[in-house]
């Protein structure tokens, strides 16, 4: 029986700082380091319930802050098969970081439990993590003395990927099952994705060096490890930005969301024609893809760029397959290029939906679809088959060698995806393999379609919660009358395309922007930006 008796006393080693709301957001809580031991501490007492709400499966909590500064870092919480912590709990997470003494945040424990209707007599089980935050330990310090005060049976996976935690949790949770997900622990990790990737390219021809800027973070050392595990001329890589040891270099000048936002290499690389280039961002969540052309022109593959590789592979194997009621959709958001958007409806004929940005919003509709390929722009971002398709896939009888080798290859695939969550090692796998199957170079790849110019500024303003929005966050409701100001600018533009919604993550609002040509880009995002400022 779980008995709150220690948690008072425990509670009190991490008083909340004064003055400071925190908000369990699109990516949990995330805030400057130094103000959220108190909310870490009461993250595992909540995973902890969660745990046992779900009848003791093994609920993770990863300490990371992403692409955000390295001063940053923030606190999430994994459900049993590895995706994000189911929405209606949020609010308690909220609730009890926000207690003002610790006898209130007993109260609240109580209280949860009693809605929940929890059996605390369930032993709670926690699986955890962090990036190479320089504050990631002493948080990861105020975690374990939340999960003692609570006796929960702990597995600390020291420092990992957030996608590998995401992993982890759900094989642990699919251990003992029909379907075991894989082995839970780092080098299970590597033997799954690095084995299917093998067996996808296996007899093609090999790829040049791939050179990975790892932010200077977690990705560093693990895409190391993978490849070590994979040890084969099919996964040659050469890794930059890999300092993960001195202070003040972690997503500096470097990283996906560095590249994706400014538009060009991490600094100090020199793109030579032909190479092929990828970042992560700090906690390999995210990757996009990168080269320059003959003229030294750089290129940018991003998540829409992803989405549409991986969509086509999968609708052509599906078809090859015989399997023609396997239908590939793509889930995007209101940030995916419109170009990439046009492609998918137009040329490849594929379903697309647009979702609320933030990835669990697009994992639930991907979840909806036989296979559904869902990627944000900025590269976070997988696949999933659903329980339907990998009946379909089970029961297909292929009637000629050819039918028979599609449907292995699309076995594989299953195996090559983390399908808990957008995982920057897993995709890269999967980007590698689509186009050594091709035989394809970055540029061939780009050639598909042209995005068009976009722009994306950070607006800070005096209250972000005033600006609501609706249709996929296209359009505001509120404040009265901005959007009529929008549509007007937009309407000004050939192939305008604006819209204004409050950051999940920060505390600002973000202006996106596409149109014709770069100048119609930058004067419509700037005015836009006016307008809300
Ligand atoms: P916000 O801050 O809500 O825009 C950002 C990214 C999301 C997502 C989350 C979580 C953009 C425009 N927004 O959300 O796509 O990745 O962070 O990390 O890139
Ligand atoms: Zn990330």
């Known amino acids: 029986m779980t008995s709150f008796a220690k948690v008072a006393e425990h509670s009190a080693r991490h008083p909340k700082p004064e003055g400071v709301t925190f908000e369990y957001g699109t ?3 995330r805030t400057l380091g130094e103000t959220l031991a108190s909310t870490v501490f009461r993250s595992a007492l909540l995973a902890a319930l969660r745990s046992q709400s779900k009848q003791g499966r093994v609920i993770g909590v990863m300490i990371t802050a992403s692409h955000n500064h390295e001063r940053d870092n923030g606190v999430k919480l994994v459900d049993p098969m590895g995706e994000m912590l189911q929405q209606s709990w949020e609010g308690y997470c909220t609730d009890i970081a926000n207690a003002d003494s610790d006898a209130q945040v007993v109260h609240i424990l109580e209280s949860i439990v009693k809605a929940e ?13 962090r990036d190479t935050r320089p504050s990631g330990p002493l948080l990861q310090a105020a975690l374990e003395d939340g999960l003692t005060a609570l006796e929960v049976e702990v597995t600390n996976y020291g420092v990992v990927t957030t996608p590998q935690l995401h992993y982890f949790v759900r094989c642990l949770n699919t251990e003992h099952s029909s379907a075991p997900y894989g082995d839970p622990t780092e080098s299970g990790y590597n033997e799954k994705y690095g084995q299917a990737f093998l067996r996808l390219v296996e007899g093609k021809p090999q790829p040049s060096t791939l050179h990975i800027d790892a932010a200077n973070g977690v990705g560093a050392p693990q895409v190391r490890k993978l490849a070590d595990a994979i040890a084969s001329p099919y996964f040659s890589i050469d890794v930059r930005n890999s300092d993960t040891e001195t202070l003040g270099k972690l997503n500096i000048d470097c990283g996906a969301d560095y590249v994706k936002s400014n538009q060009r290499p991490p600094a100090g690389t020199s793109l030579a024609p032909g190479g092929r280039y990828c970042s992560f961002d700090g906690d390999a969540d995210r990757i996009v893809y990168y080269y320059a052309d003959e003229h030294g022109i750089f290129h ?3 998540g829409d760029k992803i989405s549409t590789l991986v969509a086509t592979y999968l609708r052509d194997l599906v078809a090859a397959a015989g399997l ?5 959709g793509v889930v995007q958001t209101a940030y995916a290029n419109g170009s990439s958007t046009s492609y998918i409806k137009d040329t490849l004929r594929l379903p697309t939906v647009f979702a609320k ?5 697009l994992h639930h509709e991907a979840e909806r679809m036989s296979i559904g390929a869902y990627f944000e722009a ?5 696949v999933l088959f659903n329980p339907s398709a990998v009946d379909k896939l089970q029961e297909a009888k292929p009637t000629t060698p050819a039918q028979a080798d599609a449907i292995g290859r699309l076995w594989a695939l299953r195996d090559l995806i983390n399908e808990s969550v957008g995982d920057a090692m897993s995709d890269m796998l ?7 199957c091709k035989g394809w170079t970055l540029a061939q790849w780009d050639a598909a379609y042209t995005d068009l110019p976009s722009r994306l500024l950070k607006v800070v303003v005096n209250d972000r919660n005033i600006f609501k929005t609706t249709n996929a966050e296209q359009t505001l409701t509120s404040p009265p009358g901005l959007q009529d100001v929008v549509d007007a600018l937009v309407a000004k533009f050939p192939k305008g395309r604006s819209f204004v919604r409050p950051s999940g993550t920060e505390d600002a609002v973000r202006v996106y922007a596409e149109a014709a040509t770069r100048s119609d880009c930058d004067q419509l995002a700037y005015a836009v930006a006016g307008a809300v400022f």
């Open 324 to 328: 023609s009621d396997l239908q590939v």
């Open 117 to 129: 209707g929890i059996d605390t007599s369930i032993q709670p089980k926690v699986a955890y993590a």
């Open 27 to 29: 990516a949990g809580f």
């Open 378 to 382: 900025n590269g976070h971002g997988t």
């Open 300 to 302: 940018l593959l991003d």
């Open 430 to 436: 999967l980007v590698e393999t689509i186009l050594i």
């Open 357 to 361: 940005t933030g990835v669990k919003h």
